[in-house]
């Protein structure tokens, strides 16, 4: 596993902000989610997750739940990165979630202009 350089080294500084990127990404992304997902939901969509589907039922809920599970991806990642001085994996690992949501996002997007003609 690849170490974190010290601080103040260019690599540690490129990671560090690709990091930064990669987490305003995610935030924003799942964002975007609560958005779609109201929207959908509003133009006659239903919630594929059926964990989810009494959630979405209040904006409140929803918030909430997609706040708590931000927040605690992010501090998962975190000690990930702190425990094993890599923070190339906690990337990767939202680099994928990332792609995931942003594919349900443009799913939502696609549905409800799709609904609107």
Same mark, same amino acid.
């Given at each position: 596993m690849e170490k974190i350089e010290q601080k103040g080294s260019l690599r540690s500084e490129i990671y560090s902000k690709r990091y930064f %990127?990669?987490?305003?990404a995610f935030m924003l992304i799942n964002a975007a989610d609560i958005l779609?997902?109201?929207i959908s %939901? =509003?133009?006659g969509g239903v919630e594929g997750n059926p964990l989810a589907?009494? $959630?979405?039922e209040s904006d409140v809920a929803m918030i909430i739940t997609k706040a708590i599970y931000v927040a605690s991806t992010l501090f998962v990642l975190d000690q990930v990165s702190k425990k094993y001085? =890599?923070?190339k994996s906690a990337e990767? $690992? %939202?680099l994928a979630s990332n792609i995931f949501y942003l594919i349900i996002v443009m799913n939502n997007i696609n549905f409800f202009l799709g609904a609107t003609n």
């Open positions: %990127l990669s987490v305003a779609s997902t109201r %939901l =509003d133009k589907q009494e $959630i979405v001085g =890599d923070s990767r $690992i %939202l």
